[in-house]
């Protein structure tokens, strides 16, 4: 079982659509809970960072963190075509070197 | 200001031949990570440093893989007799503050594109 599992794409959406994206992990000593977008031949770049359980907002997106079940979210409200790309979960522990899920390709139709 | 910069941004090579991939992090970030990226998967952490110090290099697949950063900026990661299993991304990362701490965000560069024929 790998320690980071995501959800598999591809997902496919009309704009204006809310996108869910999930992982889960096994780990209880990760601590640290990343969602980063990636386009096509980039690398990936960092849109959300928590420490704890609950929610975090930033314009468009939101990431969910439940601990108890070892789950976590991210939340796009009004997607665009723009937020097309390739979405990874990143967890860290207290070293910080980072866990990957395997990624989410989310495409968004106009 | 630039961003992390990686060289070459694509290497071909032939198998057994040693290869060396530089990572020029974000001037002034003090923590540095090599990860590999296979085609539709995540990151895979190699290794990291803070400062000139190697912390971690459980993610080496092997000990044909090392990596340096003597003066605590650019780093190279090298490999030696390389092998077809070898080609994938490999990304680098710098964060500002030293691993470990509060916000210390990675910022990931373009990557090299090694493919080993």
Redesign the interface.
Known sequence: QKE?E?DPGPLSVPEGAIVSLNCTYSNSAFQYF?W?RQYSR?????LM?T?SSGNKEDGRFTAQVDKSSKYISLFIRDSQPSDSATY?C?IGG??????????TQLTVLP | GAGVSQSPRYKVTKRGQDVALRCDPISGHVSLYWYRQALGQGPEFLTYFNYEAQQDKSGLPNDRFSAERPEGSISTLTIQRTEQRDSAMYRCASSLVISGSSRDEQFFGPGTRLTVL
């Open positions: 980071v995501q990343m980063y980039k690398g990936p770049e960092l960072y420490y990874l990143a207290s070293a910080r070197q980072l866990t990957f899920g395997s990624g």
